[in-house]
């Protein structure tokens, strides 16, 4: 397939992905914003010699699905473009579908990436989804996090995630399609009003005769974004007075974090989960109250996967056992985001938490001065159902436990 070579709409690659990349990952679901940019990356990557690997994520969610993944294969293959298809599925059709699939989503791209030694991967987010997202999130009474601009861009698991054309309108990427004589997958769903985001689309229009247009929205949205920012400094500061890490916990001092506003009290908790998770998306503020609320009456609390317990004056925030009971991988794997365990290749042994009953057998883990709680989900080595080496207890010549967490980016203020 031949791409013209001269047109309106360029995007500064160079900028975005730097010179050092030499393999980019693109996230493409076969609409038209996913090919407008894989379009853009591939006319790029032919003068600059990149190598691009496109991901499809297929949700499993419509009868379509899988012919629409299999059209942006196609698609990839006339470019001779390495494709992937990412299937979801093991959601247990409990809770928000939505939010679901956008954490599968990243969850399987984070993989995929690792997986392909890939450290850039481009999303399609345009300039239109920026105007959207505001008003979404304006009718559910959304703060400052909410109505700022969505981020350029984002890590997960060391993978940066971009979003080139976050600038870029909706209309100028259909209209460099139509250029290049590009066809693009057409949601039905683009047009069913049952969906919210539809119908704030669809309302768009009525912007001019209320004297708001789009830019102006964009304007707002990055003005906010700024405001963010300067919060997320502040939160910084007050990080490196109010926190401390402790075998890969998170403890906060709370007299120390009460002199400071209730904002940015929320902001250094979520700024917390968000740090051990290695996500982008945290709790809902409401759950953040609450949290906060337990805290300031030193009383114990769960959320996101995580047990927060008063220890004297502080609170310690540990991984909740019940969150990754069944996490299991493989030596010399990264485990739970927080830490590498190396062993034996050729190992018939598992890595997965620790546990109640495990930890019954230690009569002196008292000694070691970590809290039962950080003990029971910390990593230990296991064959079978049978206990090899607890590694925040035990020390053994073929093991070794490393953490992977960097707490100076905890403390970064910017």
Known sequence: MKIEKNLELTIDFDKLFGIEASKIGVAVSGGGDSIALLLLIYKWAQVTKKTILV???????????K??????????????????????ENWNKKGNVQAAA??????????????????????GHNRDDVVENFFIRLSRGSGVDGLSQML???????????????????????AFLNITKTTWIEDPSNDDTKFHRIRV??????????????????????????????LDVYTGVVANECVTFKDGDIVFHVPLLLKHPIEIQRRLLLKAILFLTKSEFGPRSSELSNLLTALLKYKPHTLKGFYFFPVGKQMRMSREYKAIEHYVTKPNNVWDHRWFVKGPPLS???????????????TNWKSFGIPKYALISSPAVWIG??????????SDDLWELSSITKEKDFFECD
């Open 67 to 88: 012919d629409e993944a299999n059209e942006v294969s196609q698609f990839c293959s006339k470019l001779d473009i390495q494709h992937s298809v990412l299937t979801w």
């Open 102 to 123: 956008r954490r599968a989503r990243y969850q399987l791209l984070t993989n995929w990436a690792i997986e392909n030694d890939i450290s850039f991967v481009a999303l």
């Open 348 to 362: 018939n042994c598992c890595i997965r938490p620790l546990g109640e009953k495990a930890l019954s057998g230690f």
């Open 201 to 230: 689309r669809k309302s768009l229009s009525l912007l001019d005769q209320m004297g708001v247009n789009v830019q102006s929205v964009v304007t707002a949205s990055k003005n906010l974004r700024e405001a963010r920012q300067a």
């Open 385 to 394: 159902n049978n206990l090899e080496v607890a590694l925040f207890l035990e």
């Open 152 to 174: 350029p861009s984002f890590k997960l698991d060391n993978v940066i995630y971009l979003r080139p054309l976050i600038d870029t309108s909706r209309e100028e990427l259909r």
């Open 55 to 65: 991901a499809t994520v297929n949700h499993n969610l419509k009868p379509t699905a």
